[in-house]
């Protein structure tokens, strides 16, 4: 029987730089698990939800996001706790908009993605990538 390969899991303060913090710890898990192939697109996939937590979870002082980044045959899931209840929309922006784009990216990017509820306050966004083609 192989081994099982334990997923990653990290937290953060909403702070914007953790967002860059956190790619860089999901490249790292990628080039572990042989699963480079899946960087640009998990990252960018990774970049949104965290930043959408970070920007509209809007919890009391010191609860922190969590991510999980999830190995799994042929694929990986990306998953962003908060302690809001509130689920992700997406919206219908504007071509000139600055922003409001990142659910679009992420149903572009992700073979699947969705919300769910978890233990304790809040929600889990999560998405699932896969190395072969769409």
Do not use: F
Not at 46 to 59: C, D, F, I, P, Q
Not at 102 to 120: H, I, P
Request: a positive charge; one cysteine or more; hydrophobic letters at 40%.
């Amino acid at each position: 029987m192989g081994s099982h390969i334990e997923p990653v899991v990290l937290r953060w303060s909403r702070h914007p730089r953790c967002v860059a913090l956190a790619r860089l710890e999901l490249r790292k898990a990628l080039a572990r698990w042989g699963l480079g192939a899946l960087e640009d697109s998990a990252t960018l996939v990774l970049s949104e939800l965290l930043t959408n937590a970070g920007r509209h979870a809007r919890v009391s002082p010191g609860r922190e996001i969590e991510t999980r980044y999830v190995p799994a045959p042929g694929g990986l899931r990306i998953e962003v706790h908060d302690a809001s209840s509130v689920p992700p929309v997406r919206r219908a922006t504007a071509d000139d908009a600055q922003d409001g784009r990142g659910l679009t990216l992420v149903d572009a990017l992700a073979d699947s993605w969705g919300t769910d509820g978890r233990a304790g306050p809040g929600k889990v966004v999560w998405a699932e990538l896969s190395l072969s083609p769409r």
